[in-house]
């Protein structure tokens, strides 16, 4: 398989965040996750919904991340989360199928692959990891 460019719809996202600068991301969203496996039952995901760790942006080497479930709207967000709109937009797309800690060498084949074609992905470093039975599926935006 080869990364290929898709399309996602807009859709609604509701999650626990923080913001932290990049060397911290492996201790601290580790985390994120656990708090989010004891409050996940607060959100109101769509039926049929996987979680999602959505990177919104990357400043410098601070990065802004999300873990949550799609929701059908913003409203009745849960205390201490945060809901965010995430337009429709084109991504380049990969199924990362190996251990988690190795995420970023997909990540890697997005960008090569993005470079190969003349693609050039959101310079605010917008990821979506969408985990579904163990197999990340893994988008970066298209600017």
Known sequence: ?????????EFY???LGLTCEENELHTLMPELWREFSRRSHEIPAKPDSYPLDISLE?????YS?????????????PKGMKGHRIPAARYVFWKHEGPDIE????FEKIQRFA?????????????IDETRDDVHHLYQRIR
């Open 1 to 9: 398989m080869h990364p290929k460019i898709v399309e996602r719809h």
């Open 13 to 15: 996202f509701v999650g």
């Open 58 to 62: 990357r400043n410098g080497t601070k």
């Open 65 to 77: 991340q999300c873990v949550g479930y799609p929701v059908s709207s913003l409203d009745g967000i």
């Open 103 to 106: 995420i970023w060498k997909s």
């Open 115 to 127: 470079s190969k074609q003349g693609i050039e992905l959101d310079p605010h470093d917008f990821k």
